[in-house]
């Protein structure tokens, strides 16, 4: 039978690209996801970034109870009470500065559409610049700002997009004495460029605050403060997507409470839902008092759904009950510390860099030429998965192959041992 399903799913789903299991997959609860074998695997992705709070926390599937016990879904002209509150919440106790107004959608997607939107309307601007290994969803407008293999193949691209190199100190593009010199010596270069050719009309600058799928990218504090000022000088605004930065799992509330950095518009969207499709844009009150006089618009069918609002409320409640900004940092130094003792054992791992529990762990052939490692990773990924160990290496032939290990930030020391040591099995396999 469970056989026949797995055969059906060949048969009747659409592929829609990345890695995929050879198993279906039935139930996950806290760290633990497991398939119809019945076998389990420590889930050291949190999903899709998304289970910060552990897969299916009680207060989760209350939150759920409770919006089947109220309502799921109004007329959008129709504001939820809870979705009040949530905006207060979110104003009140999570943001800087003074992001004091927000939209709750679905997806991370939505949410860049809504934040590039949201800064062409108020500047009357079209132009954008984003990071070069960024990703900011896959529609229309998102993935015209995210990383350019994703575009390829579907039509004539979205005009006004210019890429800055993202910061990467393991592969600078300009080699600096330091990080932050070279960081700031490549920004400086990428602002001149887009300066000869904008036509004068930016609307934004888009970016993570820290570059995730690109490769676990932790840019210098000095950068983000430059970009700041970037935004500032030309009139545009700057957009922070705190998709998985959001919320503790750096060991700060926000990417920008880490970077000192306040933005003109910030997207929430993977951590808001612990798994549930929740999204929100938050931006000052100037800025959507001018928008709205505009007549800015974006009534999706599920824009201020009270199911999605119970469910965020939920989830910043138990980061805050948990302490798990806080916890991220204590969790995340360990799981640093486990994997720097395997550096010392493997040439292969080239670098760890990451903050909190968004840690990246860089594979190469050796320390010295530093050529990426991808069959290594490749073949290491798949052995860990074969012991009980879920994990994603993002691969960017012309960067680098590097795990993105971000368990729930609910994860035990003992969950960590049992990873560290099957990843540990599995490399020592994989270079035998
Ligand atoms: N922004 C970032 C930083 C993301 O990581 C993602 C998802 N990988 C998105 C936006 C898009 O979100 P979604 O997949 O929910 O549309």
């Given at each position: 039978m469970k056989e026949d399903l797995y055969n059906l799913a060949q048969e009747h789903l659409v592929r829609y690209g990345g890695d995929v299991f050879p198993t279906?997959?039935?139930?996950?609860?806290?760290?633990?996801?497991?398939?119809?074998?019945?076998?389990?695997?420590?889930?050291?992705?949190?999903?899709?970034?998304?289970?910060?709070?552990?897969?299916?926390?009680?207060?989760i599937v209350d939150a759920v109870h409770r919006a089947g016990e109220k309502a799921f879904h109004f007329f959008s002209g129709m504001i939820p009470e809870v979705v009040a509150e949530l905006a207060q919440t979110l104003a009140r106790d999570w943001l800087p500065g003074d992001l004091k107004r927000s939209i709750f959608i679905n997806t991370g997607s939505e949410a860049s559409e809504v934040a590039l939107r949201m800064a062409k309307m108020y500047t009357g601007g079209f132009e954008i610049l984003a990071l070069?290994?960024?990703?900011?969803?896959?529609?229309?407008?998102?993935?015209?700002?995210?990383?350019?293999?994703?575009?390829?193949?579907?039509?004539?691209?979205?005009?006004?997009?210019?890429?800055?190199?993202?910061?990467?100190?393991?592969?600078?593009?300009?080699?600096?004495?330091?990080?932050?010199?070279?960081?700031?010596?490549?920004?400086?270069?990428?602002?001149?460029?887009?300066?000869m050719q904008s036509?004068?009309?930016?609307?934004?600058?888009?970016?993570?605050?820290?570059?995730?799928?690109?490769?676990?990218?932790?840019?210098?504090?000095?950068?983000?403060?430059?970009?700041?000022?970037?935004?500032?000088?030309?009139?545009?605004?700057?957009?922070?997507?705190?998709?998985?930065?959001?919320?503790?799992?750096?060991?700060?509330?926000?990417?920008?409470?880490?970077?000192?950095?306040?933005?003109?518009?910030?997207?929430?969207?993977?951590?808001?839902?612990?798994?549930?499709?929740?999204?929100?844009?938050?931006?000052?009150?100037?800025?959507?008092?001018d928008i709205h006089s505009k007549k800015f618009a974006f009534y999706t069918s599920h824009v201020s759904d009270p199911l999605a609002a119970e469910v965020g409320l939920a989830v910043l409640n138990v980061i805050q009950r948990e302490s798990l900004v806080a916890r991220a940092n204590v969790?995340?130094?360990?799981?640093?510390?486990?994997?720097?003792?395997?550096?010392?054992?493997?040439?292969?791992?080239?670098?760890?860099?990451?903050?909190?529990?968004?840690?990246?762990?860089?594979?190469?052939?050796?320390?010295?030429?530093?050529?990426?490692?991808?069959?290594?990773?490749?073949?290491?990924?798949?052995?860990?998965?074969?012991?009980?160990?879920?994990?994603?290496?993002r691969r960017r032939p012309e960067r680098g192959s590097v795990w993105r290990i971000a368990p729930p930030l609910t994860v035990s020391t003992e969950e960590i041992d049992r990873a560290v040591d099957i990843l540990d099995r599995s490399l020592r396999d994989s270079l035998d």
């Amino acid at each position: 039978m469970k056989e026949d399903l797995y055969n059906l799913a060949q048969e009747h789903l659409v592929r829609y690209g990345g890695d995929v299991f050879p198993t279906l997959f039935t139930s996950a609860k806290g760290t633990i996801v497991k398939d119809s074998q019945g076998r389990e695997y420590l889930d050291f992705t949190s999903g899709q970034m998304c289970a910060t709070i552990g897969h299916n926390h009680p207060a989760i599937v209350d939150a759920v109870h409770r919006a089947g016990e109220k309502a799921f879904h109004f007329f959008s002209g129709m504001i939820p009470e809870v979705v009040a509150e949530l905006a207060q919440t979110l104003a009140r106790d999570w943001l800087p500065g003074d992001l004091k107004r927000s939209i709750f959608i679905n997806t991370g997607s939505e949410a860049s559409e809504v934040a590039l939107r949201m800064a062409k309307m108020y500047t009357g601007g079209f132009e954008i610049l984003a990071l070069g290994g960024s990703w900011h969803g896959i529609t229309g407008g998102a993935s015209a700002v995210s990383m350019a293999s994703d575009r390829k193949g579907y039509g004539v691209p979205v005009s006004g997009i210019y890429v800055i190199p993202e910061p990467n100190a393991y592969r600078p593009y300009i080699d600096k004495a330091t990080e932050e010199e070279a960081a700031l010596a490549n920004l400086d270069l990428a602002l001149k460029m887009f300066d000869m050719q904008s036509t004068g009309r930016g609307a934004a600058i888009i970016v993570e605050p820290v570059v995730s799928a690109g490769g676990v990218l932790v840019p210098p504090k000095a950068f983000m403060q430059a970009l700041r000022k970037a935004a500032d000088d030309r009139g545009m605004l700057l957009i922070f997507d705190e998709a998985q930065t959001a919320f503790g799992r750096i060991g700060t509330r926000t990417g920008a409470e880490y970077f000192g950095v306040v933005p003109d518009i910030m997207t929430m969207s993977k951590t808001l839902g612990g798994g549930l499709p929740v999204a929100a844009v938050s931006t000052t009150a100037k800025i959507e008092d001018d928008i709205h006089s505009k007549k800015f618009a974006f009534y999706t069918s599920h824009v201020s759904d009270p199911l999605a609002a119970e469910v965020g409320l939920a989830v910043l409640n138990v980061i805050q009950r948990e302490s798990l900004v806080a916890r991220a940092n204590v969790m995340g130094t360990y799981l640093r510390g486990r994997l720097e003792e395997l550096q010392q054992r493997y040439e292969a791992i080239g670098d760890i860099r990451g903050l909190g529990l968004l840690l990246g762990v860089e594979l190469v052939t050796d320390r010295t030429s530093r050529t990426p490692a991808h069959q290594l990773g490749a073949l290491t990924t798949q052995k860990c998965f074969e012991r009980g160990l879920s994990m994603n290496i993002r691969r960017r032939p012309e960067r680098g192959s590097v795990w993105r290990i971000a368990p729930p930030l609910t994860v035990s020391t003992e969950e960590i041992d049992r990873a560290v040591d099957i990843l540990d099995r599995s490399l020592r396999d994989s270079l035998d």
